[in-house]
């Protein structure tokens, strides 16, 4: 790997840690493209979106934050983070499944999102999926698109506290419209969403052998409703996602046929 070089020549370790950062973020996007992914995946409401951050959502803003100990583990958080995006499609919950590409969790990348949100027995299906904001040895990040259930940043680390690596998921995000808004609030959809973020620690941390339990910790940031947005609800993943499924399933037909 060459070495960058200040003006009168000397080796320039920042300017490398910067080129270095800068390969860590997605580039800027007008939509979402999406590459290739596993057959299984129902690539609904994803292609063609616009991102979209806590600012243009329409609920109350939340900061959630979930974190482990690898207590006794000997393991550093760039194995950990390496492990996570690896085997990130068999850490998440039955209910709510991530498939990367096939170049898998790297800036600008797309991952598609299938699960089953609360609401009706058997839950209501739905097709969505993130952008691989920023990756690096420690963490990344995911922004949403238009529709998603919310509108805001996910951001996956590790890191080393008094020599024990803790694993950390953070959210910074608001329901997308005042549909999901209410299924957040009153039909369990905040409370879904916390227990996949548990299950996903709990999973992580079990393969690395530890049985550790998780700290949540939330913060209402702002518990405005933002009115402007309610039009979001144009976009509401889980409508166009079952007033799409029958002509997916008769074009997966045919597609097989």
């Not at 100990?69 to 000997?74: P, T, V, Y």
Request: hydrophobic share 40%; with cysteine; net charge negative.
């Amino acid at each position: 790997m060459s070495t960058s070089k200040s003006i009168n020549g000397e080796a320039n370790p920042a300017a490398d840690t910067i080129k270095q950062n800068e390969s860590a973020w997605a580039k800027p996007v007008e939509h979402l493209e999406v590459s290739d992914v596993a057959d299984e995946a129902m690539n609904i409401n994803v292609e063609g979106k616009h991102l979209t951050g806590p600012l243009q959502g329409f609920g109350q803003l939340w900061q959630k934050t979930y974190r482990i100990r690898l207590e006794s583990a000997k393991f550093s958080p760039e194995e950990v983070v390496k492990f996570w995006k690896t085997n990130l499609p068999d850490l998440m919950p039955e209910n709510s499944k991530f498939y990367p590409s096939m170049d898998g969790v790297q800036p600008g990348e797309v991952l598609v999102i299938n699960a089953k949100l609360p609401g009706i027995p058997g839950g209501m299906p739905v097709s969505t999926g993130v952008m691989i904001l920023y990756a690096d040895h420690e963490s990344f990040a995911v922004m949403t698109p238009d529709g998603h259930p919310e509108s805001g940043f996910n951001t996956f680390s590790a890191y080393q506290e008094d020599g024990v690596t803790v694993v950390q998921i953070q959210s910074l995000a608001r329901a997308n419209d005042p549909v999901f808004e209410i299924g957040f609030r009153y039909l369990g959809g905040g409370t879904q969403q916390e227990r996949i973020w548990h299950h996903v620690l709990e999973e992580l941390a079990s393969n690395f052998g530890v049985a550790g339990q998780v700290e949540m910790e939330k913060i209402c940031v702002d518990n405005k409703l933002q009115w402007s947005y309610a039009k979001n609800v144009w976009h509401n993943s889980v409508i166009r996602t079952t007033f799409s499924l029958p002509a997916y399933w008769v074009r997966q037909m045919l597609g097989r046929d």
